[in-house]
């Protein structure tokens, strides 16, 4: 479970997350929603205990992110939207490393459990390539492979799905579902409405910081008063397009 | 923290650096062993050559010359090893900043199970072990040979000395100089103008410092007579040959080798910089912890999320060099040269120690030759400047072009001269050569007046000679350069094993320039000295035109070079 409560960042006098609270329940996926910049990544990245939160807290089942940072990060699993792996590792070699640093015992069953993730995200053949090497789909499946070696209780991902390929993100999206089946708690932020409306549980919109709309897609079109989209319910509460602004720039366009 | 979690970050990272098993993929380019342990068969063959050649060579003179000779100069010992510990302090400033400041190529460490000041820690370990590694390979083997033919019953015991010390003196010069880099960081975050500003100052100062340092080695007889009263007190407390972390380790690892009585102090002083590089490397990584956990190195936005303020440009027209109109592409590729020092500012600072290197070589040359090449100094000191253009250009040409990375693939796109872009690049080191050398030749002729009508020409030659090395290293690296070199988060830390110009490339950007500098100031200040300083300025106008023909040649290669580079090189 997570547990965000009363969360604000502040970069000197920039407020980048304000008074920000929700809760993901095991068997949940929660997808975290909002234009860029608006706060996403600083919360996700808070409570993975790489930014210290200026006011408010969190609990990752139960441990607080200020005091117990480590026990937190023990439950969790985390994919960045830009992961940065170690180049000069093969991605077999990256696999076991994390392994140690999770303490997951030496021997065949993890090894087993490696060939299997490997081969099921469609990255045992490169597995003993270098990650140099890697397209950027491929060193994301890494870092979701990585992510998940640990049986994590806790998963928080940031564009999960975003470059890559249709066959590969189908296989992310049974893997999320069978794993919120198992009871395991999942935040996710995407830019992919679509793919925020078929998986998530309960979601939260967040605008310059601050929670503007948070439910199910049931409570959010009741919020937003009718048969709405995501897509709709996204622009009319974080803002859409500035049409007069569009037409004027293609006017200039020669 | 844990020594375990410790021990893991510790061997993987040495694993990437130093991999000594192939790896198998198809799609990865496999290395010949050889290749992949062509340094640890450098470093030992170079060991036992060394260790051998002592063994033999030695006996033959007399170990008793040796003896003597090591024995009176403890004292020069000490200064050699506080050498030493200042490169360390001075190659870890920015490396060190730059490790916290790069940690976001870090998260997939940072989110696991370990506490930021372990991972912080392991990083601080692995420059000491860098910064360090390249002095044990040439000393160890020296105390080894040195050790063998020794007559002390405890020579051995300097060899343990030795590394012990040289470690303590690495982890001394990379905490603080990695504490002043935090704090460097801490004032500049965000404060793009005065980054550029300090490092042109900085740098700068670096080479002034490091010329009035050595040209009062010089003047005196070494660190006694620049501060008498300092070795008096010294004296007075009863420690051989000062309280430095250098004293300490020559005063041990010479004395054991020599057979001199070790004095209690000083084995206190060793265990006393031990304690305190221990208390140091674990402050580095807390300070390291709190700057990334508190987020006082993110750029300062000067947004609120309250206010809405308009943003209003002005005309965008960039002058980077003062007095100097180029084409929008020369110009454009001066400005972003110029604006991005900051993303290699540590290859800058690391690259600085190549010449302090280079010149304690050239110094301790001049010691050997005593009274005799006394009259030589200011020229030497002149000299200086040499290595050190070289260096900017190096820096600002060669690594900076193959740090374009992937932004190769926008220049290749756009309707764009490639010649222009690398000759702006060339350009961009202009500026700091032209500061070095007013700073460099003004000393010189305050301190020899007679110099002082050499000073324009010794500043016009290391512009030239700057521009010559542009090219060259330009061109050098459009050969050999590693243009994904800044994805690997290995070489993100700066570590000087790893440059982004590989192979004959590197050689090639360094040593013709260097050869070039030093014959063409040596002849174009010998002609003056020889026939009066008129000859100088003669010999001035062919000298400036072959570098500046030199400049624009490998420059144009280079850019030929680049158009034709494939997207696979970069991507």
């Avoid at chain 1, 459990?113 to 491929?138: F, N, R, V």
């Avoid at chain 1, 991902?157 to 249709?166: F, W």
């Avoid at chain 1, 992919?192 to 979601?203: G, S």
């Avoid at chain 2, 110094?363 to 030497?380: E, S, V």
Wanted: charged letters at 15%; hydrophobic letters at 50%; glycine letters at 10%.
């Amino acid at each position: 479970m997570i547990e965000v409560l009363g969360l604000k960042k502040m970069f000197n006098e920039f407020i980048a997350v304000d008074n920000l609270s929700f809760q993901v329940n095991p068997g949940e996926i929660y997808g975290l929603l909002g234009p860029n910049g608006s706060g996403k990544s600083t919360t996700m990245r808070m409570l993975l205990g790489l930014l210290k939160p200026t006011e408010g807290t969190a609990k990752v089942m139960g441990f607080d992110i200020r005091d117990e940072i480590v026990e937190a990060k023990r439950m969790m699993g985390y994919v960045p939207e830009e992961p940065v792996l170690p180049q000069r590792l093969t991605g077999w070699e990256y696999a076991n490393y994390v392994s140690d640093i999770w303490r997951i015992p030496r021997g065949p069953e993890r090894e087993e459990e490696l060939d299997e993730l490997l081969t099921l995200l469609d990255i045992k053949d490169a597995s003993d390539d270098l990650i140099e090497t890697y397209s950027k789909g491929m060193s994301r499946k890494t870092s979701l492979v990585a992510a998940l070696i640990h049986q994590p209780k806790v998963l928080i991902l940031d564009e999960v799905q975003a470059g890559i390929d249709p066959r590969g993100a189908a296989t992310v999206k049974e893997i999320l579902n069978g794993l919120r089946a198992k009871g395991a708690t999942i935040l996710m932020s995407t830019h992919v409405l679509e793919i925020a409306e078929q998986l998530c549980d309960r979601i939260g919109i967040i605008n310059e910081g601050r929670m503007v709309a948070e439910g199910s897609m049931a409570d959010l079109r009741l919020q937003a008063k009718g048969e709405k989209s995501l897509e709709e319910i996204f622009l009319s509460l974080t803002g859409g397009p500035d049409m007069q602004k569009i037409a004027e720039y293609l006017g200039d366009v020669k | 923290m844990t020594l375990n979690d410790l021990w893991v970050l510790l061997r993987q990272d040495l694993a990437q650096s130093f991999r000594v098993s192939g790896a198998k993929g198809k799609r990865t380019e496999q290395r010949s062993t050889l290749r992949r342990l062509f340094l640890p068969i450098g470093a030992v063959l170079f060991a036992v050559v060394i260790i051998l050649g002592l063994a033999w060579v030695v006996p033959r003179i007399g170990w008793e010359i040796l003896d003597t000779l090591l024995t009176e100069n403890i004292g020069t010992g000490s200064s050699l090893f506080n050498i030493l510990l200042l490169f360390s302090f001075i190659g870890s400033i920015m490396i060190s900043a730059t490790t916290v400041g790069n940690s976001s190529r870090m998260e997939y460490l940072m989110t696991m199970p370990l506490s930021l000041r372990t991972l912080f820690l392991e990083k601080t370990i692995i420059v000491i072990l860098y910064s360090s590694a390249f002095f044990l390979v040439i000393g160890t083997p020296i105390f080894i040979g040195l050790s063998i033919v020794s007559n002390a019953p405890l020579a051995f015991l300097s060899i343990p000395t030795f590394l012990g010390m040289m470690v303590v003196l690495s982890t001394l010069g990379v905490s603080i100089g990695g504490l002043l880099g935090l704090l460097f960081s801490r004032i500049l975050a965000g404060r793009r103008r005065l980054k550029q500003a300090g490092w042109f100052i900085g740098t700068s100062l670096t080479v002034l410092v490091s010329a009035l340092y050595y040209y009062f080695i010089f003047l005196s007889d070494g660190f006694g007579d620049i501060l008498p009263w300092l070795g008096d007190i010294l004296a007075a407390l009863g420690f051989t040959s000062g309280i430095s972390p250098g004293a300490a380790t020559s005063a041990l690892s010479l004395g054991f080798l020599v057979g001199e009585p070790i004095i209690i102090n000083d084995v206190f002083l060793a265990f006393l910089y031990g304690a305190l590089a221990i208390v140091l490397v674990n402050l580095n990584a807390y300070v390291s912890e709190t700057a990334h956990y508190s987020g006082w190195l993110a750029s300062g936005s000067k947004r609120t999320s309250k206010t809405k303020t308009p943003v209003v440009h002005d005309i965008w027209d960039p002058q980077t060099i003062p007095g100097f109109k180029f084409n929008t592409a020369v110009s454009v590729s001066v400005w972003y040269n110029i604006t991005n020092i900051r993303r290699e500012g540590r290859v800058l600072a690391q690259y600085l120690i190549g010449p302090l290197r280079f010149i304690v070589i050239i110094i301790f040359g001049m010691f050997a030759g005593g009274d005799l090449l006394m009259g030589f100094t200011p020229f030497i000191v002149i000299a200086i400047t040499v290595p050190f253009v070289v260096s900017y250009a190096v820096s600002f040409a060669g690594y900076e072009l193959v740090y374009e990375g992937k932004n190769l693939m926008n220049l290749q796109l756009a309707p764009l001269s490639m010649y222009d872009y690398v000759i702006g690049k060339v350009y961009s080191s202009a500026p700091f050569a032209l500061v070095v050398s007013v700073g460099t030749s003004v000393l010189v002729s305050v301190l020899a007046p007679s110099l002082l009508v050499y000073v324009p020409a010794v500043i016009l030659s290391a512009v030239f000679i700057n521009q010559a090395a542009g090219g060259i290293a330009a061109n050098a690296a459009a050969m050999g350069g590693d243009f994904k070199a800044e994805r690997i988060v290995t070489r993100q830390r700066g570590a000087s094993v790893q440059m982004p110009i590989r192979g004959w490339s590197i050689l090639r950007a360094q040593l013709f320039p260097n050869m070039l500098g030093f014959a063409g100031l040596t002849a174009v200040l010998g002609l003056g000295q020889l026939l009066g300083p008129l000859f100088t300025y003669l010999a001035l106008v062919p000298f400036g035109l072959i570098c500046l023909s030199l400049s624009r040649r490998y420059a144009r290669s280079a850019g030929i070079k680049l158009t034709e580079k494939e997207a696979s090189d970069y991507l």
